[in-house]
């Protein structure tokens, strides 16, 4: 961890140390107004102790480190290492904004509308408890709507929002931008949409009159040129867990490096340099591995745990707060990265199909009802047929629910897409496929799923095979289902098979839903009330369940390429290889330790894909004609 001023100017006005030793020198009485605006400025200097007076919170040192850090700097990055508190900070930060600044306007927004709101989850957190009793009586009040919540505090307010809705970021302005989760927030969302924010400053007026008065002042020599008043500049704090070295972060993190030690060419000709116009802005980097945190901050079994069952470059990223290289793993996630669609491009998310296009659904069933239990994953593939692809549209990952709740979730995606196919894993799939079918909850639907039974696995009987398929195939009756055996020889050429389609950018990951694609996904009808997608549902009101249900997609695709990245091969003494998490990963214990069962989901799909396009050219082989015509001698 460090804090280097490097060329920029130095900001003491926010030294505590010398704003402190400077009231020191006054003696006596003061005026009301000079002792209020003194008193204003030492709460300012003195972050901890202004939060421990107003809030009733003490802080570790880091923290209050921290917290000057976002109210000191313009342009601030903050890369934290998991359990480092991270979203309570930041919740302090906002609520002193809006105390200690009138008129201060905050933008909090996050990947998903649910992160965002977190941050205010925790300020009711804090203002709930007795000792904050100072801060309430200056007004505090959250409203939460379907789509926004808001904090005030006077004239202040800090507003969070769905980052999804790209347009209606654009209308808002603000003066202080907190992104969350900066990792989850598209780079051309980051450089189109939130960046303009920054460029209109405030009171324009009265800065453009204050400027013509201190010229005249300064022209009759009753002012000298270093006493302007300097205006604020508008901020943006980021905050994030450090990504890959291949990742956009690094990239602005390298950038944000060279500007504060002055090794930045600020005239080189980059697109995302708009936050960089000021010259006098002040930038800071904080990075706050776990050995910066007080011992008492982490559980040092779950520490030790992670050490033991982490990968070093996991451990480095996770915990160190370490930009690392990307691993050479069997899937390679630049490589997945190259086949995902930019946000604003389709295929974007969906949550209900377009009724003219098709799609293919791929499960991994497992039903336990224990939190820390493997998930029962489906995925969702659009057809693009002409180009020979599938898109990952929509996807879902969920344990520790019952049967029922996975069946009503596999009836609504039935229902809302056009399914041309399904595909599972034989190992539970026949059992609950035979649960759907036998249920009166598809009974009441009228939906019977048919099992098409072909063998597929030898490759010289590989167009037979299709062909049987395809004889038996039946969408309108919805005989289309598969249930794969997972054999040695199947598991190896699934896995080569995915690689390949990776590789050559025959499967696809959707981009996020944003502008008028979200505002229609938000308008479809689907069992809303019914299903469950998550363990920990806090939105009530439909409008805010279909905003985290869309928001939930883009975080489970991104959930399905990094279990991919986590596979290693093997390969055993007889030459059988192995797919499956390391060793080491696998013995984690917990709600959210690794797994492995939306990268199988994806193998089966990307298989019934391959199926599916053969099924569609496939003709059945001629019979030689034979143009002898015996005859009797």
Not at 285 to 304: G, V
Request: aromatic fraction near 12%.
């Amino acid at each position: 961890m460090a804090w280097q001023k490097g060329k920029q100017r130095y900001r003491n006005e926010y030294s505590a140390t010398e704003f402190n030793n400077y009231l020191k020198t006054f003696e006596g009485d003061l005026p009301d107004e000079e002792a209020k605006y003194l008193l204003y400025k030492f709460l300012r200097a003195n972050i901890a102790f202004t939060t421990e007076l107003f809030l009733g919170v003490k802080l570790f040192p880091f923290q209050a480190m921290a917290i000057k850090g976002m109210m000191v700097s313009d342009y601030s990055m903050f890369v934290f290492s998991r359990g480092m508190s991270k979203t309570f900070s930041t919740a302090i930060y906002v609520l002193l904004e809006c105390l200690l600044n009138p008129n201060a306007n905050i933008g909090v927004i996050a990947g998903s509308f649910r992160q965002s709101k977190q941050i205010f989850q925790k300020m009711e957190d804090i203002l709930c408890k007795p000792e904050a009793k100072l801060v309430k009586e200056c007004g505090v009040k959250i409203t939460k709507g379907t789509d926004q919540w808001t904090l005030r505090i006077g004239n202040s307010r800090a507003i969070a929002l769905p980052l999804a809705n790209g347009e209606r970021l654009r209308g808002f302005r603000f003066n202080r931008i907190v992104l969350d989760e900066f990792l989850t927030i598209p780079e051309k969302i980051f450089n189109e949409v939130i960046i303009p924010f920054l460029g209109v400053v405030e009171n324009p007026i009265e800065r453009e009159e204050l400027h013509k008065l201190e010229s005249r002042l300064i022209d009759k020599g009753e002012l000298k040129e270093k006493e302007r008043y300097v205006w604020p500049n508008n901020k943006l704090i980021i905050l994030s867990s450090p990504s890959f070295k291949f990742e956009y972060m690094f990239k602005l993190y390298k950038k944000y490096e060279g500007l504060i030690l002055g090794e930045f060419d600020q005239n080189k000709n980059d697109d995302d340099d708009d936050e960089q116009a000021a010259d006098d802005a002040y930038r800071l980097i904080m990075q706050l591995s776990y050995d910066c945190a007080p011992t008492r901050l982490y559980d040092q079994n779950l520490l030790k745990q992670a050490k033991e069952t982490m990968s070093e470059m996991q451990f480095k990223r996770e915990f160190g707060a370490q930009f690392v290289d990307e691993s050479d793993g069997y899937f390679r996630l630049s490589k997945m990265a190259s086949c995902t669609i930019a946000d604003g491009e389709f295929p974007a998310v969906e949550v209900v199909g377009n009724p003219s296009d098709d799609y293919i659904l791929a499960f991994d069933p497992n039903w336990a009802g224990n939190t820390s239990a493997d998930h029962f994953a489906m995925h969702v593939f659009k057809v693009l047929r002409d180009e020979q692809k599938v898109c990952l549209v929509h996807s879902y990952a969920l344990a520790g629910v019952s049967l029922k709740d996975h069946m009503k979730y596999f009836l609504y995606l039935i229902e809302s897409f056009n399914i041309v196919g399904i595909c599972g894993d034989y190992n539970g799939g026949v059992q609950f496929i035979n649960s759907c079918n036998e249920s009166q909850l598809f009974k009441t639907a009228k939906v019977d799923i048919g099992v098409i039974e072909v063998d597929l696995e030898k490759p010289d009987q590989w167009h037979n095979d299709v062909l049987q398929f395809k004889n038996q195939y039946n969408q309108k009756a919805r005989k289309y289902c598969i249930l794969r055996k997972p054999t040695v020889n199947w598991i190896r050429s699934g896995n080569e098979m995915l690689q390949a389609a990776i590789d050559h950018k025959r499967i696809l990951f959707a981009s996020r839903a944003v502008d008028d694609h979200f505002d229609q996904q938000r308008k479809k009808n689907l069992p809303i009330d019914e299903i469950k997608w998550d363990n920990k549902i806090t939105a009530s009101s439909k409008g805010a369940k279909m905003i985290d249900l869309i928001d939930q997609q883009k975080s489970n695709i991104e959930l399905t390429k990094s279990e991919c990245a986590n596979i290693e091969v093997t390969t055993n003494p007889q030459g059988s290889q192995s797919f499956n998490l390391p060793q080491n990963i696998r013995r984690q214990k917990g709600p959210n330790r690794a797994r492995k069962d939306s990268y199988s989901a994806l193998i089966l799909g990307n298989w019934f894909a391959k199926v599916y396009f053969d099924s569609l050219h496939i003709k059945p082989e001629k019979k030689p004609t034979s143009t002898f015509i015996p005859f009797t001698i």
